[in-house]
């Protein structure tokens, strides 16, 4: 949540357009896809529903 507080007080004394809205969302999928990507985060792979909108799971050999 720190990282979404952080991008939301970026705009401080800004209006929340959809535009701005929309960085924030796009700002916050990146910094999911990097730390999947990284390691420190991944998927629950024995959830009932299986979303992997940030790409496949990375599977070792």
Same mark, same amino acid.
């Given at each position: 949540?720190?990282?979404?507080?952080? &991008?939301?007080? =970026?705009?401080?004394?800004?209006?929340? @357009? %959809?535009?701005?809205?929309?960085?924030?969302?796009?700002? /916050?999928?990146?910094?999911?896809?990097? &730390?999947?990507? =990284?390691?420190?985060?991944?998927?629950? @792979? %024995?959830?009932?529903?299986?979303?992997?909108?940030?790409? /496949?799971?990375?599977?070792?050999?």
């Amino acid at each position: 949540y720190r990282k979404f507080d952080e &991008l939301v007080e =970026s705009y401080s004394g800004a209006d929340l @357009t %959809e535009y701005n809205l929309r960085r924030i969302g796009s700002d /916050l999928e990146h910094l999911m896809r990097s &730390l999947l990507q =990284s390691g420190q985060i991944s998927y629950n @792979t %024995e959830s009932r529903v299986l979303n992997y909108s940030m790409g /496949l799971p990375q599977v070792a050999p």
